[in-house]
């Protein structure tokens, strides 16, 4: 019999994208799939490839008889019931950050790391954060070549990896300055924000999103430094297998609504050169290389919205660390940030039961 596939949080913000996903999809693996959210939007139709499927309450008994279950909802959500769905018999695929870092859940990016697929005694395959995996494929072809060393990587984060209302916040906001000349004097922005009855403390962000940047994306850990931050180094070093990879990041959020773009600083063991590391982009099917700056051709986050490979340009042979190379990498937070590599953990999973 063909598998069957359940989707935690299908009306979700993730879970639209997914199901986006699953109806351009060429291949279809599938049997029967399942949609279920929280039981205040049970009971809504959704159409997957042209079939009306109701969405059902999580309960336990929906993972009867399911043999792969994506979850994209909360971390509490998750770490509740991706177990449940594992006893039932299911893989569970979590998109939550409930069980990255747990030595018996594999944190998988296709293209990188797919052989830890099998290595699931828990049941559960992790998804990286969106941050991470907007970087992963580029890195993992670099490193499979060069043997990554240190990775230093500022973050110009999407409104959209903080959710619905950090995205509302900023249509608000970009409203309230629309048509003003602002930007001249300290404290406009928040002058004009206040006059619109935007108030500081309603916001998802510790400071104005519009016309501004803020290095702060996340909750605090400690010592200065947000999750945001500390996933990047925790998930680089799991995805790649390098333990000691010596790391540090400095997320950002902009006012961009989705896809993020990390300003990399990748170091490796040997000398490596542009021309080198363009070859092996080049050849990394879900890398887009854009990157003819003289020519100013390198990629945009406008550029990148909806795609999903992830796209790479302004590559640079940095002028003082001969093993360094500079680049920009921008993916869409909510495909391959999020769903799509989601999906095609399910696609492989499908695949092995397939035999
Ligand atoms: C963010 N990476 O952009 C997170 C979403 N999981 O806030």
């Given at each position: 019999r063909k598998p069957v596939l359940a989707l935690v949080g299908a009306t979700g913000a993730v879970g639209g994208v997914m199901i986006d996903i699953m109806n351009a999809r060429r291949d279809w693996p599938w049997g029967e799939v399942r949609l279920v959210a929280s039981p205040r939007s049970a009971g809504r139709k959704m159409t997957v490839r042209g079939e009306e499927i109701t969405v059902r309450a999580l309960a336990p008994e929906v993972f009867d008889g399911v043999d792969i279950a994506m979850f994209d909802v909360p971390d509490e959500v998750s770490a509740e019931w991706a177990p449940v769905a594992a006893a039932r018999g299911a893989v569970a695929v979590d998109n939550s950050g409930a069980f990255r870092m747990d030595p018996d859940v594999p944190l998988v990016v296709p293209e990188v790391?797919?052989?830890?697929?099998?290595?699931?005694p828990r049941g559960i395959i992790a998804n990286p954060n969106c941050t991470t995996l907007s970087m992963m494929a580029a890195l993992g072809a670099l490193h499979r070549e060069h043997g990554l060393r240190e990775l230093v990587v500022a973050s110009y984060q999407a409104v959209s990896g903080a959710g619905q209302a950090a995205i509302d916040r900023l249509y608000a906001e970009l409203v309230a300055v629309a048509g003003k000349q602002v930007g001249t004097r300290a404290g406009d922005v928040r002058e004009l924000l206040a006059a619109a009855g935007l108030s500081a403390e309603d916001s998802p962000f510790p400071a104005p999103i519009a016309l501004n940047v803020v290095p702060w994306a996340g909750s605090a850990k400690g010592d200065g430094w947000t999750s945001e931050e500390l996933k990047v180094r925790n998930e680089s070093r799991k995805i790649l297998g390098i333990p000691d990879l010596k790391v540090s990041a400095t997320c950002v959020r902009v006012p961009v609504v989705t896809t993020h773009a990390l300003a990399v600083h990748a170091t490796f063991e040997r000398p490596v050169t542009v021309a080198g590391a363009r070859e092996i982009l080049e050849a990394q099917p879900t890398v887009v290389l854009v990157d003819d700056a003289d020519g100013g051709a390198f990629p945009t986050p406008a550029d990148v919205v909806g795609e999903d490979p992830t796209y790479v340009g302004?590559?640079?042979?940095a002028l003082d660390f001969p093993n360094t190379l500079d680049f920009f990498v921008c993916g869409d937070n909510l495909r391959k940030g999020a769903a799509l590599n989601t999906y095609e953990i399910a696609e492989k999973l499908a695949a092995e039961l397939a035999g």
């Open positions: 790391n797919p052989e830890q697929i099998a290595n699931r302004r590559i640079r042979q």
